[in-house]
């Protein structure tokens, strides 16, 4: 597909802002330059995708489409239960109504905003347990998205396995710089799981970039092939929920899978009851082939190294200027150290989402923060996360390099001028995922000050 890009103003967007209280998810999408706000759903799909969906099978029960749904997420997963889904939290959604609750407490290396929302939503903990680097931006470590087996140990000690219903574990590691999981680590929790007979589900939105890093970084891993990785992936855990929206290469759709035929007759009657009858889960005929082939072509190695590669390229630049990222770039996003970026700005001034505004009125490019609008303050959660990020999100084959250097080019005019941000604060927010309608207003103290 091609689509027009308008050019706005800079005078114009400083009063976009405004009128969206410095708010980016408000502002209407037409008026975005190059939109970095998410790699979710905003994939461009292929010719053969786009061929599937005129082939669709509508029929209500047993559609064609399904059963090759079906065939391509048997071959990809191996797990015996696969129930589509029109998104990634609905298979949360699904999950957590069957297994969360009070007094529960579910882990993970870093819950995703909206697995964190669905956990807290049934009154049970949602609890992460990164590795100590995965919290540092400069740490090199090849996993940094890996779960810390000791924290999960302790976890199981002090709350007891019976009030751990399923330990989870985000592949790549979202909230925290996209970084990815290795097979060990996997197999690692794995086995403390299975020792307690706690079920290990996988967050697997992003599989196949999470599976072209093991074999890249992982010793003894790069001869096999992605699919093969994948498979592995895939063996070692229980089940998964799956945003198919990132590595299902297509605009809509989600999976929920797992082994226990117990779990799945309960997933099944609440998916009929809320998404739809369990051949086609919330979703049209049309979809499910769109996400059967999306799946199929996400394993091409040619295109994952593409994929990974512009991604690294946008983080080599900006480094080479001077600005901290997580390092080293992860799969789908560059995330940028806000806290070092805006050092003059303090934490409970939203430094991630001062300079998301900056470079929207700069050049009109859209990111997200992941800091603490997103994961902090709140009644519900006053500690800080561990890092101020802001995600420069890639969509799947849309942008070329020439937009690319366009971001690069840009962040590295605000930061030239990075003292001149301001901070903002809170003046009105609902009490979960704040980040999507929170108003905010500019410190201009803050401004002067410096
Ligand atoms: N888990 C992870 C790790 C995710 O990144 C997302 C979505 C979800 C679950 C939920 O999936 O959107 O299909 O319901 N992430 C998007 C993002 C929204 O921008 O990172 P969904």
Same mark, same amino acid.
């Given at each position: 597909?091609?689509?027009?890009?308008?050019?706005?103003?800079?005078?114009?967007?400083?009063?976009?802002?405004?009128?969206?209280? /410095?708010?980016?998810?408000? %502002? *209407?999408? =037409?008026?975005?330059?190059?939109?970095?706000?998410?790699?979710?759903?905003?994939?461009?799909?292929?010719?053969?995708?786009?061929?599937?969906?005129?082939?669709?099978? =509508?029929?209500?029960?047993?559609?064609?489409?399904?059963? @090759?749904?079906? &065939?391509?997420?048997?071959?990809? &997963?191996?797990?015996?239960?696969?129930?589509?889904? !029109?998104?990634?939290?609905?298979?949360? @959604?699904?999950?957590?109504?069957?297994?969360?609750?009070? &007094?529960?407490?579910?882990?993970?290396?870093?819950?995703?905003?909206?697995?964190?929302?669905?956990?807290? !939503?049934?009154?049970?903990?949602?609890?992460?347990?990164? %590795? *100590?680097?995965?919290?540092?931006?400069?740490?090199?470590?090849? /996993? $940094?998205?890996?779960?810390?087996?000791?924290?999960?140990?302790?976890?199981?000690? =002090?709350?007891?396995?019976?009030?751990?219903?399923?330990?989870? %574990?985000?592949?790549?590691?979202?909230?925290?710089?996209?970084?990815?999981?290795?097979?060990?680590?996997?197999?690692?929790? $794995?086995?403390?799981?299975?020792?307690?007979?706690?079920?290990?589900?996988?967050?697997?939105?992003?599989?196949? =970039?999470n599976a072209y890093m093991i074999k890249q970084r992982e010793p003894g891993q790069n001869k096999r092939s992605v699919s093969d990785i994948v498979r592995e992936m895939f063996d070692i855990a229980d089940g998964a929920t799956i945003s198919a929206k990132k590595d299902g290469l297509v605009n809509i759709g989600g999976v929920l899978l797992m082994r226990d035929n117990e779990l799945a007759e309960k997933a099944n009657n609440l998916l009929i009851l809320t998404e739809g009858f369990v051949t086609y889960g919330g979703l049209a005929g049309r979809d499910l082939e769109a996400m059967a082939q999306g799946f199929t072509e996400v394993l091409d190695e040619d295109y994952l190294r593409y994929r990974l590669r512009s991604v690294q390229y946008l983080g080599e630049h900006l480094l080479k200027a001077g600005i901290q990222i997580v390092e080293p770039p992860g799969g789908h996003a560059i995330y940028i150290d806000a806290q070092d970026f805006c050092s003059h700005i303090p934490r409970e001034q939203f430094p991630g989402q001062a300079l998301v505004c900056a470079l929207y009125h700069h050049a009109g490019i859209r990111a997200v923060e992941i800091g603490s609008v997103m994961h902090g303050g709140g009644e519900e959660k006053p500690s800080a996360p561990a890092m101020e990020l802001v995600r420069l999100a890639i969509p799947r084959r849309v942008y070329t390099q020439s937009h690319i250097d366009y971001v690069i080019e840009a962040t590295i005019e605000v930061f030239s001028q990075r003292d001149e941000l301001c901070g903002l604060k809170i003046v009105e927010a609902p009490k979960a995922l704040r980040h999507f309608t929170a108003k905010f207003e500019e410190i201009r103290s803050t401004k002067e000050k410096d």
């Open positions: 597909m091609v689509e027009p890009i308008k050019f706005t103003t800079r005078e114009e967007r400083a009063d976009l802002l405004k009128r969206a209280h /410095f708010n980016v998810f408000q %502002i *209407a999408s =037409e008026n975005v330059i190059i939109d970095l706000l998410t790699d979710s759903g905003t994939t461009a799909m292929s010719s053969e995708q786009w061929a599937g969906m005129l082939r669709g099978d =509508e029929a209500y029960a047993g559609a064609k489409s399904w059963y @090759r749904f079906r &065939t391509v997420l048997e071959s990809l &997963t191996g797990m015996p239960h696969i129930l589509p889904t !029109h998104q990634g939290r609905a298979s949360e @959604r699904i999950l957590f109504e069957l297994i969360g609750g009070p &007094t529960k407490v579910i882990p993970n290396n870093n819950h995703f905003d909206t697995t964190r929302a669905n956990i807290e !939503h049934t009154g049970a903990k949602a609890v992460d347990l990164v %590795i *100590a680097e995965g919290r540092d931006p400069r740490s090199q470590h090849p /996993f $940094k998205g890996n779960l810390d087996p000791r924290k999960l140990e302790q976890l199981i000690a =002090e709350v007891g396995a019976g009030q751990i219903p399923v330990c989870m %574990i985000t592949v790549t590691n979202n909230s925290n710089g996209g970084q990815p999981v290795s097979l060990e680590n996997l197999k690692q929790v $794995k086995a403390i799981c299975a020792k307690s007979k706690i079920p290990l589900f996988l967050d697997a939105c992003r599989f196949a =970039e």
